[in-house]
C-alpha cells in the first residue's frame, strides 16, 4: 500500500487490517502502520493500493502521550489492558517497564483498543518504538498514571458473582497454540464442572488437532471453537448459561453477562484448580 500524496516515498508497512485488536497490535508490537479504520475503506485499500493519508501513518502521531508507571507484583496483562483503555482513551500509552511476552501484547493491547479505542501503545525496552522513554516523547507526557496491584485485583469479579456463571470463556482475541499448552495443561486427566470453552485461532488449531493435549482436553469436556468468541456468544447464549466468566479484557468490556476473572479464578469455576 503506498500514500495518495505523490510527493510521498512508498512504503510497504502500511496495512489496512479491519480489526481494533488487529490494528493496536500492528502498531505496536510489529511496527507496521495502521489506522482505525471503517471496513469499507479497508477494502478501498486492498482495490487499489492506496491508503489515505493520515493518522498513524506518520511518525509525530505515534509518539507517546501518557505515561503510565506499573506499581504491580503479579501481572494480570488483560486487566491491565482494560484499565489503561478506560482512562487513556483515543490516546496513545508509554507503559515503563515490562518483560511481556508476545501473547501477553497481544491480550493486553486487545482489552486497550476496546475500553479506550486505542490504536498503539509503547513498553519501555520492548515495543520496537520505543527503546527508552525518551526516544517516544518529545517532551514530558501530557499526563501520568499509576496502575497498581490493588486496580487489577480490583477488576475481577466477587466470589458470588463468580459463581453464577454458566460458561467458563477462554480466548478473545482466540488463543494461540501457546495458550492452550499453558492453560490446558491444567484440565488433564480432570473433568470440567461448568461447560468450559476454548476459542482457538483456525491455523492453531489444526495444529493443536495432532497433539496427544488435544484428546486430552476432549476427554476433561472443553469445547473447541475458532471463531471470535464475542460473536458466538452474543447470539447463542441461552438464559441459562447468560452469565460468562472470562479472563479476556476485550470480552468482558464487550459482552453483556460477561464477569472478568483471574486465570486461577477461571480454572476454580471450571472445577479444575
Known amino acids: 500500500v503506498c500514500y495518495t500524496e505523490a510527493n510521498v516515498p512508498e512504503r510497504d508497512d502500511l496495512l489496512g487490517w479491519a480489526e481494533s485488536s488487529a490494528v493496536i ?3 505496536s508490537v510489529l511496527g507496521a502502520r495502521s489506522n482505525r479504520n471503517s471496513i469499507m475503506v479497508d477494502v478501498c485499500m486492498a482495490v487499489t493500493g492506496l491508503a489515505p ?35 487513556v482513551v483515543d490516546r496513545i500509552p508509554v507503559l515503563t517497564h515490562w518483560p511481556f511476552d508476545t501473547v501477553q501484547l497481544k491480550n493486553m493491547g486487545a482489552a486497550m483498543a476496546a475500553a ?13 518504538e520505543c527503546p527508552s522513554l525518551d526516544a517516544v516523547f518529545d517532551d514530558e507526557p501530557d499526563e501520568t498514571i499509576t496502575i497498581t496491584q490493588a486496580d487489577l485485583d480490583g477488576l475481577r469479579a466477587e466470589r458470588p458473582v463468580q459463581d ?43 495444529k493443536l488437532q495432532q497433539m496427544p493435549l488435544f484428546d486430552e482436553l476432549l476427554k476433561a469436556g472443553v469445547e473447541f471453537h475458532q471463531h471470535c468468541p464475542l ?26 453477562g460477561a464477569d472478568y476473572g483471574t486465570l486461577e479464578d477461571l480454572l476454580e469455576q471450571a472445577g479444575v484448580a
Not at 65 to 75: S, T
Not at 177 to 202: S, W, Y
Open 25 to 27: 497490535y500492528a502498531n
Open 164 to 206: 453464577r456463571a454458566g460458561l467458563v470463556v477462554f480466548g478473545c482475541p482466540q488463543m494461540t497454540l501457546a495458550e492452550v499448552e499453558q492453560v490446558g495443561r491444567h484440565f488433564v486427566g480432570k473433568r470440567v464442572r461448568k461447560r468450559t470453552l476454548f476459542h482457538v485461532m483456525p491455523g492453531d488449531f489444526e
Open 116 to 128: 479506550g479505542a486505542i490504536a498503539m501503545f509503547h513498553v519501555e525496552g520492548v515495543t520496537p
Open 231 to 256: 460473536a458466538g456468544l452474543t447470539v447463542r447464549l441461552s438464559p441459562r448459561q447468560k452469565h460468562v466468566l472470562t479472563c479476556s479484557g476485550k470480552l468482558h468490556y464487550y459482552l453483556q
Open 53 to 87: 493519508e493520515f493518522g498513524l501513518f506518520f511518525p509525530e502521531n505515534r509518539r507517546g502521550q501518557v505515561l503510565v508507571r506499573l506499581d504491580i507484583e503479579k501481572m494480570d496483562d488483560d486487566a491491565l489492558g482494560y484499565l489503561i483503555g478506560k482512562r
